[in-house]
């Protein structure tokens, strides 16, 4: 048999096809689908009219008049995740209604139903999910032309204007800049194995660099998404039934489950893209395998509302060589150097997303709850993050443990 001479990048192609991460776009889904075939069309007609169903109090009763549709038809991953999304949109849309605090209990059968059957064909929650919103919610308007935000646009849209576009596609540019990293990770664990320190320098400084745009990229959210329309629009429908007193119970899938289930929101901490440079980085939130705290029982818990194939990714780092110990372990003051570098700039990237929190969530919350909540009431709704978390103690708490994982100079 001949000895494979393929460089470790062009075999990691062959292995990124089975965790479903794609060259250019990373963990997103490469040019997903915008329409099904009919009957399913049906269920794109709502999604893509959700704003002016709302608007004109009309969604729950067209919503109710669906025929309940077998999931067979649903061929291929990529028209199973555009029906997921299109579920996720309806039934976020269903439950929060105009957004006013008319809240739907109940999700009927003839969504429910489906959306539960697609959600475990998927190994995915039955909720609007990062996964959805932001991965798999995007074209380009010109298809040669380049992925900036000017050539982009969302599939489906919640009320609130182009607020929801510049925060999906935000979020979305923000991943494919740090999705350049993720071809470097086998040139990573190659340099390690066979102690190539020229090598493994050079793949961490491609590390930091790619982090450093990603972090760019997050700073169009102030010039695409209005904080006030973000908190007092978007946010209401990007919010789950766990952790959140308007459904403590949860939500009753008719037709599915005899008792109300509870499911998070749509979070950035469901984003496969950090958590695999966390654990490429050694940056630790557990303890002997076991979350060490509140946050890192998060985000353990957010990595089962990722697509399978990208929690396996994350375990299949999890598993190999640590890159911190090796960096330790040969006191070469430039290569500790060098991984300081991605190590700040994951510390740089968590330091903005507190400040975006800040300005997106904590500010517009303090002004609403001046004008009409109690002071108790207010501070429950400031502190909590569509994903139903503490969101600023969980960042800080985040943030803490990865500058805990810079590496002292002796």
Known sequence: ?????????????????????????????????????????????????????????????????????????????????????????????????????????VLPSNIAVPYCQLSEKLGLPPILLYADCVLANWKKKDPNGPMTYENMDILFSFPGGDCGKGFFLVSLLVEIAAASAIKVIPNIFDAVQREDTDTLQKALLDISSSLRKAREAFSQIHEYVDPNLFFNVLRIYLSGWKGNPLLSEGLLYEGVWDTPKKFAGGSAAQSSIFQCF??????????????????????????TYMPPAHQSFLLSLKAKPSVREFVLSKGNATLQKIYNECVEAMVSLRNYHLRIVAKYIMIPASRQSKVERSSEEASESESKGTGGTNIMDFLKTVRVKTVNCLLKED
């Open 1 to 105: 048999m001949a000895a494979d001479k393929s460089s470790p990048v062009e075999k990691s192609w062959t292995i990124f096809k089975e965790y479903h991460i794609d060259e250019d776009v990373g963990f997103a889904l490469p040019l997903p689908l915008e329409e099904l075939p009919h009957p399913y069309d049906a269920w794109i007609s709502i999604a893509r009219n959700l704003p002016e169903l709302i608007n004109n109090n009309q969604l729950r009763v067209e919503v109710e008049k669906l025929a309940t549709l077998s999931i067979d038809g649903l061929r291929g991953h990529k028209a199973q995740r555009l029906a997921h999304l299109v579920l996720g949109y309806i039934t976020m849309a269903y439950v929060w209604g105009r957004g006013d605090g008319d809240i739907c209990k």
């Open 278 to 303: 966390d654990v490429l980085l050694g940056i630790q939130h557990t303890v002997g395998g076991v979350p060490s705290d509140f946050a890192a029982e998060f985000l353990q818990e957010m990595r």
